[in-house]
Structure formats: C-alpha cells, structure tokens
C-alpha cells in the first residue's frame, strides 16, 4: 500500500495511469526532450561564464608579493601599489544590533536589512522585516546606506557583498558592514577585490568568535588592498560589470526555462 513515502513494487504493477495515443505520448517527449536540452545549454553557458569571471579575477589582479597582474590592458604599465581598507574608505559601520537595541518592528517604515539578503550580488529583499523611520530617526546617518556604498556580510555569513546602485533607503542590520569608499575610490574596483578574496577564501583566516563566526571590522580595515591608477581601475570595473550582466541574464534565462518546464508538465498530463 502506498503511503505517502514509498510504494511497493507489487502497488506500482497495478497502478492505473491514464496515457494519450502513442502519436502524442511522442510529441509531448519530443517537447521535453527539446526543453531539457535548452535547460543543460543554459547550464553550461552560466558555468562557463562563472569560470571565466574566476579566471578573470585570478588574471587581472596582483597576487600577494607582487605588484603585476598576470593580464593588462593595453598601454597600462606601472606597478600596483598596496594599502589597507581603512585607507580607502571614509568609514565603516556595522548595522543595527537589533536585539542589544530592543528594537521594535512596525508595519510600515523602512525594510532593515540581513545578510541573507545580500544573494549574488543584490539585495533580495524578501522577508524583511520594517522599522519605523519617526521612532529610529537618531539611525538614519549611520544605518541607512547611501548610494556607492559597499555592503559586506562579516557576521554568521560571510564574504557575500554588494554595492549599492540606486538610492532606495533601508536599514542594515548587525550582520552587515557598511563600507563607505572616498570619493576618489573606484567602489566597484574595491567590491571586485572584496570577490576576489573571499574567492580565496582570505576572510576564513581572520575569523573570531565562538557561537556565531565573524570579522573583527579592525581586521577589515587592515585587509591588504592591492590598487592600480583610476583609469585601469575603471576598465577593469566595466569588464566585471559586463560579466555580471552577461550572468544574470543567462541566469534568467535559466530561470524561465525551468518555469516553463514546470508550467507545460502540469497542464500537459492529467
């Protein structure tokens, strides 16, 4: 007997399914057939584009002891120089610490922000929970991001990050730490460096704590900062921009496809 779980070889020999002629039966697998060759293509060109934004970050950058990358672009010759994080940023803040606060949640007011909600570099946010602007006005300076800057999850979830690209306001919560760059710093050039440590794995070498696992923001205002001059920082910044975009969209063509798959196998069998 089946039950719920599991079905018996015997059970499944007599189960009564209804099936179409042989002729449709063959046209709906063809379909599927086409759907899931289209969904292994669009896997492979999103692995494929993963890779080659890896190798992009592991060519285009200095390695620790050096000062040039293994790939240039054209007519860019000088040495890389390196400094600290908190000698490239006007400041960095952790969020709110919703639970030393006693902070109380509303239904209206702006969405505060978890590191959860930093996913693939953006922010989803879905679940989030809202603050009143009125009665937490005293946090809109230093807990409310500006555009430019440069969410990183340092705290239970680390390494994922983001920079902000429009000026939607919200709150970030303990587990975030704002980085706000100088004016004169590339922000996207520091957010691909920020990648490409965490790619290394660099940030698992500084964790503290016990329960929970964190980074200390001393050691992030002490992480070494390897750094070209501004216009080799903007070419390298569009080419990363350029392989978001690129996997995105071939993650939302993925996305679509799956849906779609999904949609046809419910109205197309009973």
Request: aromatic share 10%; hydrophobic share 40%.
């Amino acid at each position: 007997m089946r039950d719920g779980r599991s079905i018996s070889y015997s059970d499944f020999l007599t189960l009564n399914e209804k099936f179409p002629v042989k002729v449709e039966q063959t046209k709906i697998a063809d379909l599927f057939k086409i759907i899931d060759n289209l969904i292994t293509l669009q896997q492979r060109k999103l692995k494929q584009l993963k890779r080659l934004k890896t190798a992009m970050l592991q060519q285009l950058f200095v390695e620790k002891n050096s000062k040039l990358p293994i790939l240039r672009f054209k007519n860019f010759n000088g040495d890389w120089k390196q400094c600290k994080l908190g000698e490239l940023v006007e400041s960095l803040f952790q969020g709110i610490n919703t639970a030393a606060d006693k902070v109380e949640y509303s239904n209206n007011g702006l969405p505060i922000i978890q590191a959860k909600n930093i996913t693939s570099g953006s922010l989803d946010f879905s679940g989030s929970r809202k603050l009143s602007v009125q009665k937490y006005s005293n946090y809109l300076d230093k807990y409310i991001p500006q555009k430019g800057d440069i969410l990183f999850a340092n705290i239970g979830t680390i390494g994922p990050n983001v920079i902000l690209k429009d000026t939607r306001q919200f709150f970030i919560a303990w587990n975030i730490l704002r980085i706000v760059p100088q004016k004169n710093i590339n922000g996207e050039f520091l957010k691909i460096t920020l990648d490409l440590l965490n790619s290394k794995h660099y940030f698992e070498k500084l964790l503290t704590g016990n329960a929970t696992k964190f980074v200390n923001k001393n050691d992030m205002r002490n992480l070494p900062i390897f750094f070209s001059d501004p216009e080799e920082q903007n070419k390298i910044s569009n080419l990363f921009k350029k392989l978001d975009f690129l996997i995105t969209l071939q993650q939302n063509k993925l996305t679509q496809l799956s849906t779609l798959k999904k949609y046809l196998l419910q109205k197309m069998f009973i």
